[in-house]
């Protein structure tokens, strides 16, 4: 039991070690991805839609900045949680809203909750998928009018960009990698390890 609390009193301060190190270069990258990421959607929206019309740049975009581009590290910031949570949260709303269109205090709780349990089981929890499915039953003009296309345009496209985004600015440097454990990590590795081979 001793043992088990030093470990986990260990392994406590390591955590707020890292988390209160303030490490210029990682903020600087972190900022850069976050800043081209939001920027392209926000860009690609200004020049192909209203201005009075915010159905690219949807906020919970905002909220997945927060995990790709500042903790690189966390399962939940991983390419698949990205894409796997935002997609299947888009469709938990969607699918929410036809059900249930007119009835918020039942739709919002529906969206929400569902989303988060296929998220749980398809092993791709993302938490700003929440506030994707929240959006699909609680926006109004547009969004609505979409139906199933929100699932495409904005929430998979978007998720394409940012996640570009990403594997660019988190690889940039020798001290980030991401995503942390796949075959496309194994496949940077060899890259660096023998650019000459990649040329060929």
Known sequence: MKKTLKRTFR???YVIYKETLVDFKEHF???LGA?????????????????????????SFGASSVLIYGAIQSPLAQPRNLVGGHVISALVGVTVFKLVPEIIWLSAPLAVAFSI?????????????GATALIAVSSTGKI????????VSPVLTGCIILLLIALFF???TPN?????????????????AHPHKMKK
């Not at 349990?117 to 998928?129: A, I, S």
């Open 170 to 172: 988190n690889n940039i």
């Open 144 to 151: 609505p009018e979409l139906g199933y296309w929100y699932v």
């Open 35 to 59: 800043f081209f990421g939001i920027g392209i959607i926000a860009y690609l929206q200004s020049h192909s839609i209203s201005a009075t019309e915010n159905i690219f740049l949807i906020g």
């Open 11 to 13: 392994v406590s301060k």
């Open 29 to 31: 990258w972190s900022f």
């Open 176 to 192: 980030r990698s991401y995503p942390t454990h796949s075959r496309f990590k194994k496949l940077l590795q060899k890259k660096h």
């Open 117 to 129: 349990v296929l998220m749980q089981y398809t092993k791709t929890l993302h938490p700003p998928g």
